[in-house]
């Protein structure tokens, strides 16, 4: 999982790397694991091996060791710990462990009368959509951008790079009004997922990363697959789609944390609870509901995201076995 | 190409419906025939309790209206929400704003003009005067239907002033004893003795309601649609004086200063407080959605220093959209009519309403001020009797001493934004202990001078 | 993963070639048919996703936030044009110059935090021989609870009483309790500590996997000319990573500048407007008030913080694509 977790993190930072153009040949070595005991750093092998870097070394060690479980663990531990504790005890003392006996009745009270289950359902159900639009528009435009390119696609390209320039938040109320009177279809989306799907993807960082990728792809393959006789949809689905996981694996990272994390938007534009992703609902019970619920409530929503990311990296490492057909 | 196709409809369709059924869930498609009336019930996060009595309510009233169905909407005025969903159309077809909005709300055109119906129900000449006056434009038209009335009153945990070796039964009746009794509680029992609302414009409601108690004047009202700021008062100066001295001086607020409506009472309900001011309506969700022990609870009035002072009231109206259609505004006036005000006319409505209400533990006998008029209030407290729930014996000294005080009503020119502006003021002298009140005071009183002159 | 199965990057040196299908149709007469066998159906039908999504949700909007910075409008009454009066009353409004000194202040602080502190342990963990990936998987970890969560869970940590976690924590160690949120002077700092918490993870990662792309040669090389550890680090490392550092300087200071979330939800721009940032104003413009927004003033201010964003992203493509032929 480990390995996992580093290199699928690579292949983002590789995205970076395509978008800012650089253009520097990258070592081979790179599909090997961070582990791999032939990759060095800054340390030669023989400077590992003086005493003095070694024992500093094991110190380095030993602080970077505790100060990552203290300030990546701790917080989730804390939380978990509280989320079964009295709500006196937790405020008394966030230290002690259950002073006054367990409480898990916390729990129950946090999925029955706050609803995780349902708001969680809700969160999955924004993100899954709002990943599927963004790859869509993101592969379909950079194939149309960089492999088909009709003669006003820099103009197209321009208008597309140039709402970059624009931050999202110049568009909150005029894209607000949209959702409450949209063209043609004539009904308000409020309240509706599409309110959130949409305007997602209108993503012009996606299209940009993705077609700076395809750029990049050997023509001659096109080519070849066009004398074959391979029509513009049959060159995108057969060879340039297989062809652009890594990127694809990028658009979807960015394109599920963006949704996940957005806050602002859903507030506005999802105001019936049912609705709701737990960001925007969490803090609208908050001041309604006892401290330990509320921190049971947190610990739910916490447990089932990093469970996910867990049960993510395996399904990783099977499409990596998977993956190497990427070639053929 | 044909599995590419495939897929690429299948999951259209997938997300087609999921976005459907999400739209579904507010449409308000009538498949029954009936006529489908949204109205508002609780802020998020109340008892289920509370919807229980709702749903009971909600039959009887079917039953008498097999025609129209009741579908209740989680609500809660709260500024941001309100304004998207006022602009957005999204608000329920009946819902509630306080008495500060309306004066607005009605010169934008963003009520439904109600005065005919209000005058065939008959009620129109029994509502008090002064409240009446608050939903009503320059000719007389009404827009709306007062259901509520508070005064503010001074909230106090009994446990802890036990705790604090003082008597729960004699609260305090002067600020001065008030500032006492907080520095008693914060040093027996660690808790915050006293603390105010200080966020998202509660703080500056509160100062409000606090300058008030002391004879302060807000504002002027010029009588020709212009205002005078009078911020920079004495009263106003004397209250964050006196914030100043229980936070600096006796440490006896507690440690958290950035407070609203909600997170007050949250604090309150866990007993982690002392003693605070708010509406006097205020048990009724501090035990339904705060969770609160109605054994803790205590309430008198809000102390009151010098001849003009007064005691702050508001209360809240309920309303319709101006945008929905006949068939339901004539539904949406029976709701309310049943629901909101027959209740507080009709013995058999009361007694109803109280009997929902007390089969499912909601508070009943809640202290409110009247909306009509004082004899119709007083009949009506005697129907309900023999269901009222609420401790009134920990509320004497709030039935007892509150007829007495002068009710003020909210200053009209620009409410929300200046209470924002004095927000900052009371945030400032409780987390600075070297603010300068004359200054912040001064500064205040500029702003919203500005704020009253740019309309 | 695949990532490296292929060298997408290398080719960029290379002009892309145009497909050759283009080049003599231009000259050809329009007619649908030859339009469609020319590829211009197929070329509009992979392009409608995308003009459909950013007509409706992008390039309309960003044209009508302009025409609304010139307008009064409630939404309820019909708009009217008021010229320049909404910038005017932005520029005056005194909560403004609040605003933007508490916006630089939460980025030079979010700089200050949160960029040499990720660096450091990228570049310690990458020396770490067994177990990185456990360590990489610790730092993340925060990245992955849902940012409302970390906020609200933080604001717990905050509880200004002597009980409190943190201030507990500094019992520990003799320091007396801090005020936290509840203090103009410690609220925007602890804003920024918590920021820093839940996005250095991510950070941490993209440092790692730049550092294992500087090539090795480069630290034998420095070797032999005698440089130690730390020389090392200055002379080989950093400049190695100056690329990505760069990147992310500018992407850190346009995302500080859109800082909303952990003002609204730690103290709604309290104590006294301590925390109060431009985006938090521009909310307050359009959503505080409950009865009808100003919207015209939240459009006015949006359009002028876009105008800066806008100067900062030209400036980073501008500096990237001199920074990537260098």
Redesign the interface.
């Known amino acids: ?14 995205g ?3 978008l ?12 090997k ?3 791999d ?1 032939a ?6 092998e023989h ?1 590992r091996r003086r005493g003095g ?1 070694r024992a500093s ?1 094991t110190g ?2 030993v602080v ?2 505790v100060g ?2 203290v ?3 701790g ?2 531990l ?2 978990a710990k ?1 989320a079964v504790t009295p709500t006196q005890d ?6 002690e462990l259950w002073p006054n006996g367990i409480d898990w009745a916390n729990l129950s009270t946090a999925w029955n009368d706050v609803h995780i289950d349902q708001y969680f359902v809700n ?1 999955l159900v924004i993100a899954a959509g709002s990943w599927l ?1 963004q790859v ?2 993101a592969t ?2 950079g ?9 006003y696609a820099p103009i ?1 390209n321009m ?2 790079l140039a ?13 607000y ?2 959702i409450l009177h ?2 043609v279809i004539g009904t308000s989306l409020l309240n509706t997922y599409w309110a959130v799907w ?2 997602a ?2 993503n ?1 960082f996606n ?1 940009l990363l993705v077609k700076r ?1 395809f ?5 001659e393959v ?2 070849a697959a ?1 004398t074959d006789g391979a ?3 049959r060159v ?1 689905w057969s060879i340039v789609l297989p ?1 652009s ?3 694809l ?1 990028v658009v979807s990272v960015f394109a599920i944390i963006a949704a ?2 957005d ?2 938007w859903p507030l ?1 534009v999802l105001p019936d609870p049912a609705v709701q992703p ?3 609902r ?2 609208a019970v ?1 001041s309604q509901t006892e ?1 330990d619920v ?2 049971a409530a ?1 610990a739910i ?2 447990i089932i ?2 469970a996910l ?1 867990l049960i993510f990296q395996r399904l ?1 490492l099977r499409s ?1 076995g998977l ?2 057909a ?2 053929g | 190409m044909k599995s590419a196709a495939k897929v690429a409809i299948a999951s259209f369709a997938a997300l087609a419906l999921a976005g459907t059924l999400a739209g579904c869930g507010t449409g308000s498609g009538d498949e029954s025939g009936k006529l489908e009336l949204r109205v508002a019930t609780f802020p998020p996060g109340a008892d289920q309790a509370a919807y229980d009595a709702f749903a009971v309510q909600e039959k009887q009233f079917e039953k008498l209206n097999p025609d129209i169905d009741v579908i209740g909407v989680e609500y809660e ?4 929400t ?3 969903q ?2 957005g159309g999204s608000l329920p077809d009946v819902f509630t704003v306080p008495f500060t ?1 309306t004066k ?2 009605l010169e ?3 009520l439904m003009d109600v005065t005919k119906e209000v005058k065939d129900l008959g009620y129109a000449d029994k509502f008090n005067p002064i409240i009446i006056g608050e939903v009503q434009d320059d000719d007389g038209n009404i827009f709306g239907f007062p259901r509520q009335a508070y005064a503010m009153g001074l909230h106090y945990n009994r446990d802890l002033f036990t705790a604090a070796g003082l008597d729960p039964d004699q609260p305090p009746t002067t600020w001065e004893e008030v500032r006492a009794d907080a520095k008693a509680i914060a040093e027996k029992t660690g808790k915050a003795g006293y603390a105010t609302m ?3 414009n509660t703080g500056g409601w509160q100062l409000t309601a606090q300058s008030i108690s002391r004879g302060a004047e807000m504002q002027k009202d010029n009588g020709d649609g212009s205002y005078t700021s009078t911020l920079n008062n004495d009263g106003t100066k004397a209250t964050l004086e006196y914030f100043h001295d229980l936070r600096w001086e006796d440490d006896s607020m ?5 407070l ?1 409506w909600g997170s007050i009472n949250q604090e309150f309900a866990a007993g982690n407080l002392g003693m605070y001011t708010s509406g006097s309506d205020v048990y009724t969700a501090l035990v339904r959605d705060f969770s609160m022990k109605p054994e803790q609870y205590g309430l008198t009035v809000i102390p009151t220093e010098g001849a003009d002072a007064g005691v702050l009231g508001g209360g809240d109206i309920a309303v319709m959209s101006p945008k929905i259609d006949d068939a339901h505004k004539a539904a949406g006036v029976k709701w309310i009519d049943w629901y909101y005000m027959q209740k507080l006319l009709n013995k058999d409505a009361a007694q109803a309403d109280a009997k929902a209400l007390a089969d499912s533990d909601q508070a009943v006998g809640t202290p409110v001020l009247p909306v009509l008029d004082k004899a119709t209030y007083d009949q009506q407290q005697e129907w309900i009797k023999p269901y009222v729930n609420v401790p009134t014996d920990q509320m004497a000294g709030f039935f007892n001493g509150i007829f007495d005080q002068k009710p003020v009503g909210e200053f009209k020119g620009q409410t ?2 200046i209470y ?1 502006l004095l ?3 009371i ?2 002298v ?3 202990e070297n ?1 300068d009140v004359d200054a912040l005071l001064t500064k205040a009183d500029s ?1 919203a001078q500005a704020l009253l002159d ?1 309309q | ?13 290379l002009p ?7 080049a003599p149709r ?1 000259r050809r007469k329009r007619n649908p048919a030859t339009w469609v066998r020319g ?2 159906l ?2 509009l039908i ?5 003009l459909i ?2 007509t ?7 044209v ?2 302009v025409i ?1 910075s010139f307008q009064k409008t ?4 019909p708009a009217t044009w008021v010229g320049l009066d909404n910038f005017e ?1 932005v520029l005056s409004d ?1 909560n403004l110059g609040t605003a933007i000194v508490n916006t630089l202040y939460f980025a030079f602080l979010a700089l200050l935090f949160g960029f040499p502190i990720p660096l450091f ?1 990228a ?20 990245v ?7 906020v ?3 604001k ?2 905050y ?3 002597p ?3 943190f201030n ?2 500094l019992g520990w160690v003799g320091i007396p309790p801090q ?1 936290w ?4 002077a410690t609220a925007m700092p602890s804003l920024v500590i918590e920021a820093t ?1 839940a996005a250095a ?1 991510g950070s941490i ?2 440092y ?9 040669e480069l ?2 090389a420095a ?1 032999v000319d005698g440089a130690g ?1 730390w020389r ?2 200055w002379h ?2 950093l400049p190695q990573l100056r ?2 550092l760069f ?1 992310m300087l500018i992407l850190q200071i ?1 995302a500080t500048s ?1 800082v ?2 952990e003002p ?2 730690f ?2 721009g ?4 301590a925390t109060l940032t431009i ?1 938090l104003l ?2 307050r413009y ?8 100003d ?1 015209g003033e ?2 006015a201010l ?2 002028m ?2 105008i800066f ?2 100067l900062m ?2 400036a980073y493509f501008k500096l ?2 001199r ?2 032929t260098n």
Do not use: C
């Not at chain 1, 937790?90 to 230290?95: K, N, R």
């Not at chain 1, 960089?146 to 003669?151: A, F, H, Q, T």
């Open positions: 999982m480990e390995h996992q977790l580093t290199t699928s993190v690579s292949s983002d930072a590789a970076r790397r395509a800012i153009g650089d253009t520097k040949p990258r070592r081979k070595k790179v599909r694991s961070l582990d005991e990759d060095r750093g800054v340390l030669s400077e870097v070394m380095v060690h970077l060791f990552l479980v300030a990546g663990l917080p989730i804390w939380l509280a937790t405020l008394q003392h966030p230290f969160t639009f869509l528009v379909t435009a194939y149309a951008l960089s492999v088909l390119k009709p003669k197209l208008a597309v709402t970059m320039f624009i931050p999202a938040v110049v568009l909150l109320v005029p894209l009004l949209t949209p063209p949409l305007p993807a209108a012009a299209i990728f750029d990049n792809l050997p023509r096109f080519e066009k029509g513009p949809f995108f062809m996981r890594p990127i694996g996940w994390k806050f602002l506005l737990l960001s925007v969490l803090p908050q401290l509320f921190l947190l929503s916490t995201p990093v990311f990783f990596a993956g190497g990427v070639k | 005025w709260k500024a941001p309100f304004a998207a006022l602009a909005d607005t709300l934008n055109g963003q200080t966020m998202g507690g440690d958290n200063f950035l609203d929300q934004p924002g927000d900052n003021v945030q400032a409780l987390t600075d603010a702003d740019g | 993963m695949t990532v490296t199965d292929h060298p997408p990057v290398v080719r960029d040196a892309p070639e145009p497909p050759a299908s283009v231009r590829g211009g197929s070329n992979f392009l409608a996703p995308m999504v950013f409706v949700f992008s390039w309309s909007p960003i009508q936030s609304m409630n939404l309820v009454q009353r005194p342990l570049v310690l963990m990458s020396e770490v021989k067994r177990g990185k990936g456990l360590y990489s998987a610790l730092a993340y970890m925060p992955v609870i849902p940012p409302v969560v970390a609200l869970l933080w717990v940590f509880d200004a009483s009980n409190g976690v507990t924590m005020p949120l509840q203090s103009a918490w993870g990662i993209i790692l996997a730049a550092l294992i792309s500087v090539p090795p630290y034998d070797e550890i090392k680090v080989v490392t690329g990505v990147i346009i859109q909303f979330l609204y939800l103290t709604g309290g104590p006294n407007n985006l521009i909310y359009a959503f505080q008030n409950s009865l009808g927004g919207y939240a459009t949006s359009l913080l876009a964003l806008g992203s030209w990237t694509e920074w990537s």
